[in-house]
Nanobody
């Protein structure tokens, strides 16, 4: 199983980025997927999750209204659209997948991607 995250970069505060996570080696449409982030010196934290069908999404309070998680099961890809970015959004962002939604949201995923760096300058 591979989860390949991409789309990170350097952006000014107020800007936008879209992260992608391409999955292979699993029946993607059977897996809930999530995004997590880890800033330097901080613990990894939950950002967003989406059910296997894409019918429901969940967000951390810190990103609600600014980030949107979506997926295209035909392309085995999950996305994280990040708008109105703030310097405190700076972190390495990871995608993750698990058959269990609760595990996805709690960071107890079976599968993790390698991370992509997002840096927001003030």
């Amino acid at each position: 199983v591979q989860l390949q995250a991409s789309g990170g970069g350097l952006v000014q505060a107020g800007g936008s980025l879209r992260l992608s996570c391409a999955a292979s080696g699993l029946t993607f449409s059977s897996f809930a997927t999530g995004w997590f982030r880890q800033a330097p010196g901080k613990e990894r934290e939950f950002v967003a999750a989406i059910t296997a069908s894409g019918g429901a999404t969940y967000y951390a309070d810190s990103v609600k209204g600014r980030f949107t998680c979506s997926r295209d099961n035909a392309k085995n890809t999950v996305y994280l659209q990040m708008n109105s970015l703030k310097p405190e959004d700076t972190a390495v962002y990871y995608c993750a997948a698990d058959r269990r939604l609760w595990a996805t949201m709690k960071g107890q995923n079976d599968y993790w991607g390698q991370g992509t760096q997002v840096t927001v300058s003030s």
